[in-house]
Structures are given as structure tokens and as C-alpha cells.
């Protein structure tokens, strides 16, 4: 299976936004509505389902904040979960 193949429609609908933007994260601001902060997160949550970055260890409390924020759908949230140590 290809690494696209297993993004969710989110990942996939902000992935073509990126490239729909030649990546400019303030011009997918415009067209998404959310905060550069959130795109940031969003671009980086992406980065590592496509296994081009290994994200930052992160804390139960963490991934808690992020769907606080609407930064994460609850689905990403269980696998971000599943990967914390505590």
C-alpha cells in the first residue's frame, strides 16, 4: 500500500489545500479557515502518517490540549495515544 493510501479524508483534504497553495501555510489559512498554529500541527501530524518526520515524544497531556484546541480529530488522537508512554 502506498503511503497516501492510508491518510484519512482530513489528511487527504488538507493535503490538497498544501499543494492547491504551492504550500504557502498563510494563503491554506485563508482558504481553511483555521489558525497558522493549527496548520503548523496539522502539517506536522501529517508529515509523520506519511513517515517523512518522526514527531517530538509526546504526552497523554498533549494530545488531550491538541483535541481541546480542534487541532486533532479524536481519531488521530487514539493513534497519537497509542504511541505515548505515559
Not at 498544501?18 to 493549527?38: A, H
Not at 491538541?66 to 488521530?76: D, N, Q, V, W, Y
Request: include cysteine; proline fraction near 3%.
Amino acid at each position: 500500500m502506498c503511503r497516501f493510501c492510508s491518510l484519512d479524508s482530513e489528511q487527504m483534504k488538507f493535503l490538497t489545500v498544501f499543494l492547491q497553495c504551492r504550500g504557502s501555510l498563510k494563503d491554506m489559512e485563508k482558504v481553511l479557515g483555521i489558525s497558522y498554529p493549527t496548520i503548523k500541527n496539522r502539517l506536522e501530524a501529517l508529515l509523520e502518517a506519511l513517515e517523512l518526520q518522526e514527531r517530538p515524544k509526546l504526552t497523554r497531556a498533549d494530545v488531550l490540549e491538541a483535541i481541546r484546541k480542534g487541532e486533532i480529530k479524536p481519531e488521530a488522537a487514539v493513534r497519537l495515544l497509542e504511541k505515548t508512554d505515559n
